[in-house]
């Protein structure tokens, strides 16, 4: 049973860099052809996808979110994060980290066969 802890500061001021980290237990994050999704939930607004680190190491972010983010991970960790630049209040979401196929991704959590329980981040001054 893969399980998929996401950890990260609950507040982060306006400007700053939102930084997450996906602990993933049950299974190896290069296991093919496994990707390693980020998601999130706004308050009053649809699931976003926002960006995936892929088995090999290779990534595709939304281009919503492509010209402030970057996934990265630790193998020996078996951990992925995700920075997110110059956040703003709009920023507001519960973040969520599930796995996926390498070959597509999906918007709601519930269409990936893991994720995590989700970690509220705010933005605020």
């Known amino acids: 049973q893969v399980q998929l802890q996401e950890s990260g500061p609950g507040l982060v001021k306006p400007s700053q860099t939102l930084s997450l980290t996906c602990t993933v237990s049950g299974g190896s994050i290069t296991t093919s052809h496994y990707a390693w999704n980020w998601i999130r939930q706004s308050p009053g607004k649809g699931p976003e996808f926002v960006g995936l680190?892929?088995?090999?190491?290779?990534?595709y972010f939304s281009p919503s979110f492509a010209s402030r983010t970057s996934i990265s991970r630790d193998t020996s960790k078996n951990q992925f994060s995700l920075q997110l630049t110059s956040v703003t209040p709009e920023d507001t979401a519960v973040y969520y980290c599930?796995?996926?196929?390498?070959?597509?991704?999906?918007?709601?959590?519930?269409?990936?066969?893991?994720w995590g329980q989700g970690t509220q981040v705010t933005v605020s001054s």
């Open positions: 680190i892929r088995y090999d190491g290779s990534t």
């Open positions: 599930a796995r996926g196929d390498s070959g597509t991704y999906y918007v709601a959590t519930r269409d990936y066969e893991y």
